[in-house]
């Protein structure tokens, strides 16, 4: 006999071993399919990759246009619930969004187009005694007026437009100016009922306008009783 | 093929299948982030340029999980590799902690075969063919290691394999390399450090002061070896950053721990800043060392007076329980060494294990001798298994619901968790028996005696009526629009011991008080001690001619005082304050209108009167 039986039965459970492994990984693999695919970034600054080692465009006096997310009108609509807040809204299955762990603001980001979710924000919680507490308990209109003073890229208001959604949501509809005088963007703020010291924002970012509008139109607050 | 190899298969089946469970996302993430550092850049660069709070030595793991990660896919691939369900990083991070599983298993089972060195070392009682491969079964299979590497995707068991590998060296009289081992695990898990007094104590009781000194030459080298990068790129200092960043990161009474800390804030330990205070004017960290170090000089004690290996793992499981169970910011998974250690204890116990069957034949005996009884050892590491256990889950399910068992999360409730942790503490009690039968019981009173002596100090100056600086309480909230507060230190000295400036207005220089810079709120809890409040403030010496302040006193919320604008050149004011009553003394700056700039504020000699 070329191999003797002791031999042979390690052989054997050897396969046997290996054959079950690879089982147990398979079964592994596919339940992580079952889990939730979102981009999950860490909090804080800390490293997420190389950074670009194109050379620094110069600063032009008008933007470029850039690559605009949409979705065909049969795709399925998904809801995203807030992981602080009791918020929610509807997004395209196809829009890969990112949350950040222990982020106070409760904030989400969608990943397109490369660019780091950390630049695309499209909602997160404003509380205004954090970010200036001279507007708590004022009308959330004042804070949405003077929004623009906390970023160094913006000069100005262009326009503010109140309305409601659908699901009874108190916004504004507001365009800022920009350095360079352009108002690419649109940013939304919804009163939160009950609670003057949260303000729901969004902002536009890259996403096309039937698309960001139709996300509006779906944000709800829903507090648990 | 043997039991021991199916014993294997079985448990790292049951762990494969858990892999691709996304676990503690927060932790994986993180740890996406530091390896992909550490692969594009190096371990130095790594330390500076992310917000990494481990030690030095765990960033080569790391870099090992990065470069394994390389073989399955591209890092730099955004979409995919920052994918919650990337299995592959899933994979390649739990392995670590499952690879230091089976090498735990297999010491276990190597070591408790080794009949002749056990009987040498105080084993006396004699082990059946199958004990070795019982007890590496009860550790391989047992839920809380299960949970720790496959589900959660920690590495408690990573960190404890450097001790357990360091201490059975030692029995094999090989303390140098012993010492080299149990530094590097230090170096890799921050938590092993709690063992390091009780380690050497061995080494000096069991191999003499010669020996001590070398192993402690030892460490020295080993803790250059693995610092070896950040020795030769001269960035050492960053070293001791990442061995003491973990001071205070967390501020709070539990990190989910189900200790003493948890029932006093009432199972919100993560909502409660440790610095309240909780007798006289201690906080509650204090405290915390406080009993701590008393329990832990008692296990030091146990194994100076009376060293052998069965004190020897004993004086490990009480150090490492005192850290869960009495210090704040303790981790839910701190307890987590006590499912090995206690394994290694049993069989140096000699404890009576009777046939099953006979066992209540005579139930008056057999009370009479059940705490020195198998049994009550092993109703002890039962209990310490499902509470473990438990607390793990807990902390799982509490950040991540959706990774957690859902009947366990069902019926876990805040009462549950306070019954927990008051089960943890008679559980940490329990284990006084064994700690009995070797030195006198009134040995007891010394860990009680020292806490109280240590609570008795740190209140001496109400206990004597004296008056006391307010710098002596650590502020509950403390924000401030520029920097970081400063003590005794003026507010610009934030940025590094080079830059270190008295506290000083106009020149008029002080010793004591807070550099702080507008707009402030510095709130401390002193707990209705004190009757009267006295400080000078101003604007600080370092400060831009453009200051301006206004410095507010608040008790319980009402103001107590309020000054004029002040600026530059304006010379120190006194304030004097009746502060009867107040426990929560808030002192506010602001910017008096105008803006923040140049606001260097200071709380000049703040002192209270009881």
């Known amino acids: 006999m070329l191999v003797n039986k002791g031999n042979l039965l390690k052989l054997i ?7 079950l492994s690879v089982g147990a990984l398979y079964i592994a693999y596919r339940y992580s399919l079952l889990q939730s695919n979102n981009i999950i970034l860490p909090g804080g600054i800390t490293y997420l990759g190389p950074s670009s080692t194109a050379k620094p465009i110069l600063p032009t006096l008008t933007l470029k246009p850039h690559k605009v997310f949409t979705a065909p009108s049969d795709e399925k609509w998904v809801t995203y619930h807030g992981v602080i807040y009791p918020y929610s ?5 196809s829009l890969s969004l990112a949350v950040f762990p222990k982020d106070k603001t409760d904030s989400v980001a969608f990943s397109f187009d490369n660019v780091d979710p950390r630049v695309n924000i499209l909602l997160n919680i404003d509380k205004i005694s954090d970010r200036d507490p001279r507007f708590s308990g004022k009308p959330i209109i004042d804070y949405v007026k003077n929004w623009y003073r906390y970023f ?7 326009k503010i437009d109140a309305f409601q959604n659908v699901n009874n949501l108190k916004g504004y509809r507001a365009v800022f100016i920009n350095d360079i005088n352009q108002t690419p963007n649109v940013d939304i703020f919804f009163e939160v009922p009950g609670n003057n010291d949260l303000v729901i924002h969004l902002a536009n970012g890259n996403l096309d ?10 944000v709800k607050w829903t507090p648990k009783k | 093929m043997s039991a021991f190899s199916i014993l294997i298969v079985v448990g790292l089946v049951i762990r494969l299948m858990l892999i691709g469970n996304t676990g503690f996302l927060a932790d994986v993430s993180f740890w996406k982030s530091w390896g992909l550092a550490a692969i594009d850049h190096g371990i130095v660069w790594t330390s500076f340029n992310t917000n990494i709070n481990y030690p030095p030595g765990f960033i080569y793991v790391l870099w090992i999980m990065g470069k394994l990660y390389s073989l399955f896919g591209n890092p730099h691939d955004f979409n995919s590799y920052w994918r919650e369900n990337n299995f592959a990083f899933l ?3 739990k392995s670590i902690a499952i690879a230091a599983d089976v090498f735990i298993a297999w010491l276990i089972y190597f070591f408790f075969s080794q009949k002749d060195r056990l009987k040498k070392l105080g084993v006396t009682f004699p082990l059946s063919p199958n004990f070795p491969l019982i007890l590496s079964a009860v550790f391989f299979l047992n839920p809380v290691v299960i949970i720790d590497s496959a589900l959660w995707g920690q590495v408690e068991s990573f960190g404890i394999m450097f001790t357990l ?3 059975l060296l030692l029995f094999y009289k090989r303390p140098y390399l012993a010492t080299f081992i149990f530094i590097t695990g230090t170096l890799m898990k921050l938590q092993n450090i709690i063992y390091l007094p009780i380690y050497f104590i061995f080494i000096y009781r069991s191999f003499g002061l010669k020996t001590l000194i070398k192993s402690l030459s030892v460490s020295a080298i080993t803790f250059v070896l693995v610092c070896l990068p950040f020795v030769l790129a ?3 200092s960053q070293v001791l950053f990442l061995m003491t960043i973990n001071s205070d990161y967390f501020p709070w009474l539990s990190l989910n721990a189900h200790n003493l800390w948890w029932i006093v804030s009432g199972a919100k330990g993560l909502n409660v800043t440790d610095k309240i205070t909780v007798l006289g004017m201690t906080n509650a960290k204090t405290a915390g060392l406080i009993i701590f170090s008393s329990f832990y000089f008692l296990s030091c004690l146990l194994l100076y007076l009376k060293t052998n290996v069965r004190n020897f793992f004993l004086s490990l499981i009480l150090g490492i329980f005192a850290f869960f169970l009495f210090t704040t910011q303790s981790h839910e998974r701190y307890s987590y060494p006590l499912v090995v250690l206690m394994l290694f204890l049993y069989p140096f116990l000699n404890l009576e294990y009777g046939k099953f069957a006979t066992r209540f034949v005579n139930l008056k005996s057999y009370l009479k001798n059940f705490f020195g009884s198998a049994d009550y050892f092993w109703l002890l590491y039962i209990l310490a298994s499902i509470l473990i256990f438990f607390n793990i889950h807990f902390g799982l399910v509490y950040n991540y619901p959706q990774n957690g068992w859902g009947f366990l999360s069902q019926i876990t409730t805040p009462q549950l968790t306070i019954v927990s942790a008051y089960f943890h503490i008679v559980l940490f009690f329990a284990f006084f028996v064994f700690v009995c039968s070797q030195i006198s019981p009134l040995f007891l009173i010394i860990p009680f005696a020292l806490t109280a002596i240590g609570l008795t100090l740190t ?9 006391v600086s307010l710098t002596a309480f650590k502020p509950i909230i403390a924000n401030q629009d520029f920097s970081i507060l400063q003590v005794n230190k003026s507010v610009n000295s934030y940025s590094g011991w080079k830059s270190w400036n008295r506290l000083s207005n106009n020149y008029f220089y002080y010793r004591f008080g807070f550099g702080a810079h507008a707009k402030s709120n510095l709130t401390f809890d002193i707990n209705k001690k004190f009757k009267r409040f006295t400080a000078d403030i101003g604007i600080d010496t370092e400060a831009g001619t453009q200051a301006s302040v206004v410095f507010q006193i608040f008790g319980d919320e009402k103001k107590l005082f309020e000054s004029e604008k002040m600026g530059k050149f304006d010379f120190p004011k006194h304030v004097e304050i009746d502060i009867s009553g107040v426990k929560y003394l808030e002192l506010i700056l602001d910017d008096g209108g105008d803006g923040i700039n140049n606001d260097h504020a200071d709380w000049l000699n703040p002192v209270l009167y009881p």
């Not at chain 2, 001496?460 to 004296?466: A, D, H, K, P, T």
């Open chain 1, 13 to 19: 459970f050897f396969i046997f071993a290996v054959l």
């Open chain 1, 89 to 93: 809204f509807n997004h395209p299955q």
């Open chain 1, 152 to 158: 160094s890229g913006l000069k100005g208001v262009d």
């Open chain 1, 209 to 218: 306008p039937s698309i960001f509008d139709r996300i509006v139109d779906s």
């Open chain 2, 91 to 93: 994979l390649v991070s």
């Open chain 2, 165 to 167: 590998l360091a201490i």
């Open chain 2, 234 to 236: 001269g960035d050492l």
């Open chain 2, 459 to 467: 209140n001496s100056s109400l206990l004597l009526r004296q008056n």
